[in-house]
């Protein structure tokens, strides 16, 4: 059992349809994917129509944007009650400061990169949620970046003179609201530093308390002490381990399946969750 559970579609910032990462899951012959777009459930029912003739099984989650102690933390959810009044409100409050969030980055980059917010909507399908690889993808477009990862080198860096930040609700309140919703939450790339500072194993131990389910300990952002400090603290804390790619299509260079979950971590996950894992 090869199982993926964190992936993005062009729903959020990823670069491929819902069907297509489904199709991209079953060339790289993965078993089970989770499709995690940035606060939204959009992409559920295109996903969901692949299963049958591509084979994969579904885990429909959220990656959803939230904040602790200033920092940026990505809580992951699965299998959460897509029409939970509480989840709604909190994705779609996000994904309006998401946007002024990005317009006000446009009229920053601007003064030093002509760009437009037409440019940047050029870029963004209907309805999905807006990021700064949106932002990346435009200015590619203008040639001032050879792609994404340089974009976020510098232009794009919450270190640069261009960022801003977006609301998002604190972590823990996201976890209580993802369990209320029959969700299952477990903590995004803990350790990856493309946040700036990351969130201590102590927030991490409050979290738990709270109702964290896991934390995702194989990441590609995660260097190999990394994942063996975040097993240690799971097995401490008594939570899953997840693994996953993050995928983004053509966006990021990590493909499907570069890290995987443990079948016996998903069994736990598909017990907890309150919707079913889709299997063709
Ligand atoms: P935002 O959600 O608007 O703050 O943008 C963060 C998103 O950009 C995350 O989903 C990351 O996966 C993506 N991202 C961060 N760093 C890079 C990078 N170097 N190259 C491509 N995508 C990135
Ligand atoms: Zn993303
Ligand atoms: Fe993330
Ligand atoms: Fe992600």
Redesign the pocket.
Known sequence: MWIDLHT?SSV??GTQRPAEVMRSAALAGLDVLALTD?DTTAGWQQAADAVAHTGVSLVRGT?I?TKSEGV?V?LLSYLHDPQDEALRQFFDRTRAS?SG??QRMVERIAQDYPLTWDEVLDQVEDGA????????DALIARGYVA???A???HI?SPAGPYFQP?WAPSTADAVVAVRAAGGVPVLAHPRSL??GRVVSDHTIAQLAAVGLAGVEVDHPDHDDADRVDLRALVADLGLLATGSS?Y?GA???TGLGHCTTEPQVLDQIAAAGRIEILRP
């Open positions: 993005h959020s910032d940035h990656e944007s940026s990505h998401r969030r990005a949620t807006v990021g700064r690889p949106h932002l990346a792609d994404r990862s974009a976020f080198a794009l977006h493309t946040r993050d983004h966006g990021k260079p």
